[in-house]
């Protein structure tokens, strides 16, 4: 816990002179584009060599795409201290000054600090967006707005949800769910977003960490269109509380993103949303074995285009699987 704290002092002191991201809007650039890394599984352990791939893969994308917000979509740390891996993972988006959120895992609380703890941990590091919903399901529960170009207004949406761990039910096994809760807290918090923008719904995504059980439908429909890798079935709860659904029907959310899964990194349109993998991040840890290794997601909306285009970054530059969603060959 010691070292942990002097490393968060430490680039507490690196960042002295920024304003902090706290204070800041995220909106879109003055080239109307805005760009977000998902890191997803980094598993992270303390002082464990295995951890460094994940750090230096996290390192190289951020110094070639140069985002504008970088996304944790889970299963951040895997080992105690739990404080201490959860710094070293955050540590390249903060030590690059790169404004950050967190949404928690299966994984996360298994350490020796529960999810309040962990959210309490990082809430103060400069560039952490996290935030959360007092009274609701999880920990991790907020929305992200970003501005137009010229600060005027809300221009896109990100929706980050807490997905999160295992199934507490009798008689059901497998993976947690978003709770009713939280689905109708996206609903509200969602039309007062469109009855702002006149009625028209922001272009909006999502992230959380749990595939819905739709990610499993889609593949098994032969229309479906799918591009990447998809090396296991989803691992997507036994419960449906209505998330996707509730999405249609707000007509907001474009694009969902979910870690969970290390060996699919695909995407697949369904029902006019676009359902969609990050890359697996982490290191030797854990099972990932991924043709051309560990990486990222990235994701840029273009402001005024229902529009998003994504693509995976890899070791040494390497990037495959580019998409524009939608177009006139993914719908």
Not at 6 to 33: E, N, T, W, Y
Not at 34 to 54: N, R
Not at 79 to 94: F, T, V
Not at 127 to 133: A, D, E, I
């Amino acid at each position: 816990m010691k070292t942990a704290r002097l490393l968060k002092s430490i680039l507490l002191l690196m960042c002295i002179g920024m304003l902090p991201m706290q204070a800041q809007q995220l909106k879109f650039g003055a080239d109307k584009k805005f760009k977000i890394v998902q890191f997803t599984d980094v598993h992270w352990i303390a002082d464990s060599l295995a951890s460094e791939e994940a750090g230096e893969r996290m390192n190289e994308v951020l110094d070639a795409e140069k985002p504008d917000l970088v996304v944790y979509t889970g299963d951040v740390i895997f080992g105690r201290p739990a404080d201490k891996g959860m710094q070293r993972a955050l540590e390249p988006a903060i030590k690059r000054g790169i404004p950050f959120a967190v949404t928690f895992g299966n994984h996360d609380d298994e350490q020796d600090m529960n999810r309040r703890q962990l959210y309490e941990f990082i809430k103060d590091m400069p560039g952490n967006l996290t935030s959360t919903v007092e009274g609701l399901s999880g920990v991790t529960n907020f929305i992200l707005p970003v501005k137009a170009s010229d600060g005027s207004q809300d221009a896109a949406l990100l929706y980050v949800f807490d997905s999160h761990s295992y199934a507490t039910l009798k008689g059901i096994k497998g993976y947690g769910w978003i709770k009713h809760d939280q689905v109708q807290w996206y609903i509200d918090e969602s039309k007062k977003f469109t009855e702002a923008n006149g009625g028209t719904p922001l272009t909006a995504l999502s992230f959380f960490h749990i595939p819905l059980p739709e990610f499993h439908e889609a593949v098994q429909n032969e229309g479906s269109f799918l591009i990447g890798t998809r090396k296991e079935k989803a691992c997507a709860p036994e419960i449906n509380t209505g998330l996707f659904a509730a999405m249609k029907e707000a007509g907001d959310v474009l694009g969902v993103f979910v870690g969970h899964d290390h060996v699919n990194d695909y995407a697949v349109s369904w029902k006019g949303i676009m359902l969609c993998y990050g890359r697996f991040t982490g290191g030797k840890t854990v099972y990932h074995d991924m043709p051309g290794g560990n990486g990222a997601r990235i994701i840029e909306l273009t402001e005024g285009v229902r529009q998003f285009r994504s693509w995976i970054r890899l070791k040494d530059g390497q990037v495959i699987n580019e998409f524009t969603y939608p177009s006139e060959w993914i719908k």
